[in-house]
């Protein structure tokens, strides 16, 4: 890219105000630090700000070639999807009020914004962005975990793809559900063992359970200790487990719940 194209903090501070001016003064006020901390974790905003800027500048315009108009102009409707972003969990946050200033002023929060934003400027579909715009609301106004787990489930977020999100979605809705009905309710057509369908799906639940967010139903005692499972003598099957085996029952841990709470769900409980 062309050396023009270098952050420039007063085209910022005027974008900032930009996204804000429809915003009454006091929220305005309210969400200029949220709207700053937004702009902070996108890299290409400044260099967008001050490319805009020389394209506009008739002067110049012979220096801007081919491929660097491209860039501008694709990063240009991105800037349009962010303020849209922004606008979305704002107006979510002031549904609260006052009751959120001092969290979502806060460098905690302020922390989870710019972190989420950078992993939205990287995702590769807009399901993934749609979840992290959930994220942010209920990150605001709602205080169910740590702010360090919120981060992780933005990790979970960036590492996981739709298909996984679809089984997580399967086992939230019918807890206890085992692998044979989760892909029923997902593709609902039989496939071979050896077949590259059944292989890619021992793949997700492999994912989810080691990665914690799904995990086999186990007996647990009063007090929350699970307990081992009984084993008896029985003949020993020819066959490996199926992919699709319809005995042993799914449910999300209690992270995978947590997880569901705020990233797939739109309605915000209110904070403590």
Do not use: C
Not at 123 to 141: P, Y
Not at 214 to 243: C, E, H, N, W
Not at 244 to 258: E, H, I, R, S
Request: charged share 30%; net charge negative.
């Amino acid at each position: 890219m062309s050396d023009f194209l270098v952050f420039d903090r007063d085209e910022i501070e005027r974008l900032r105000d930009d996204l804000a001016k429809n915003l009454e003064p006091g929220k305005r006020r309210r969400f200029k630090k949220l709207f700053s901390a937004a702009l902070g974790g996108v890299p290409w905003v400044g260099g967008l700000m001050t490319g805009l800027a020389t394209l506009r500048d008739a002067e110049r315009q012979a220096e801007v070639n081919e491929l660097q108009r491209q860039w501008l102009e694709t990063h240009a409707e991105k800037l349009l999807a962010l303020g849209q972003v922004l606008a979305d969990v704002t107006a979510r946050l002031d549904e609260f009020g006052d009751e959120v200033r001092d969290r979502i002023e806060s460098e905690e929060y302020l922390a989870i914004v710019r972190l989420a934003f950078r992993a939205w400027d990287q995702a590769d579909s807009q399901e993934k962005r749609d979840l992290l715009r959930k994220l942010l609301a209920n990150a605001g106004a709602a205080n169910l975990t740590g702010d360090d787990i919120v981060k992780m489930f933005i990790q979970w977020i960036d590492r996981y793809n739709e298909i996984h999100f679809k089984v997580i979605r399967v086992i939230y809705q019918f807890p206890g559900s085992s692998r044979a009905e989760i892909w029923d309710d997902i593709h609902g057509v039989e496939v071979r063992e050896d077949s590259a369908e059944a292989d890619l799906f021992k793949l997700l639940i492999r994912d989810l359970s080691t990665g914690g967010v799904i995990r086999q139903v186990r007996k647990t005692d009063d007090q929350g200790r699970f307990l081992r499972k009984r084993t008896r003598t029985r003949q020993i099957s020819p066959y490996t487990m199926s992919a699709f085996d319809g005995d042993k029952p799914y449910v999300l841990t209690a992270l995978g719940q947590q997880f569901v709470h705020y990233v797939m769900d739109e309605v915000v409980p209110r904070i403590g």
